[in-house]
Structure formats: structure tokens, C-alpha cells
């Protein structure tokens, strides 16, 4: 589970995990010229979507239940989230508290 809100489970941190990706591949550029940025809403969610799974692959490695608190820089909803060479995704990954112990 990878989320930009917090969790209501309690939870224990296990360390705060990062990636970036390049969004102002061509394709995009020509994309957003061509429809005049109508479709850079659309745009935007792919891009956060594939910052997502990066999170998620990465955080694999380190086997938490969540990463949470998922925030992106630049914003979004900044035109330079399309435009800039890189953006980044930063998380808190999070393993559940248990309540019982059998």
C-alpha cells in the first residue's frame, strides 16, 4: 500500500524512503503542446502513478506494510511537475502494530 495520507492502524516507523522520475521526456512535451495542456491533469496522475510503484518496488526491499504520508516535489499541481527534469516522491514506510500475539 503506498499513500499520501497518514494511517489510522497504529503503526511503528521503519525509515522514510525516496525516488524520482523523469517526466519531461519528449512525448509529454509534445503531448501538452498539442492539446494546449488540457490533458496535464492526466498527465500528472501517470506521472505520480509511476512515482508510486517505484515507491512501492523500493520499498520491497525493506518489507513494510505501508509507506505513507507519500509527498511529491515539485507539487502536482505546479506546471513545473510536468516541465522539470526530475521529480520525487518521499514516504514513511510503516509496519502495522499487532494487537494480539498468538
Known amino acids: 500500500l503506498v499513500t ?4 489510522e492502524i497504529p503503526y511503528e516507523f521503519k ?3 525516496e525516488v524520482d522520475e523523469k ?3 519528449l512525448l ?3 503531448v501538452h503542446i498539442f492539446t494546449l495542456g488540457a490533458l496535464s491533469k492526466k498527465e500528472a496522475d501517470v506521472v505520480k502513478s509511476q512515482l ?4 512501492a518496488k523500493k520499498a520491497k526491499l525493506y518489507s513494510p506494510d505501508a509507506v505513507i504520508n507519500v509527498e511529491y516535489s515539485p507539487d502536482p499541481s505546479d506546471p513545473r511537475f510536468l516541465k522539470a527534469k526530475h521529480v520525487y516522491a518521499k514516504g ?3 509496519k502495522y502494530k499487532k494487537a494480539y500475539t498468538y
Open 15 to 17: 525509515g522514510t524512503i
Open 4 to 7: 499520501e495520507t497518514d494511517s
Open 92 to 94: 514513511n514506510m510503516v
Open 23 to 25: 517526466p519531461g521526456l
Open 52 to 55: 508510486k510503484s517505484k515507491l
Open 28 to 30: 509529454n512535451r509534445i
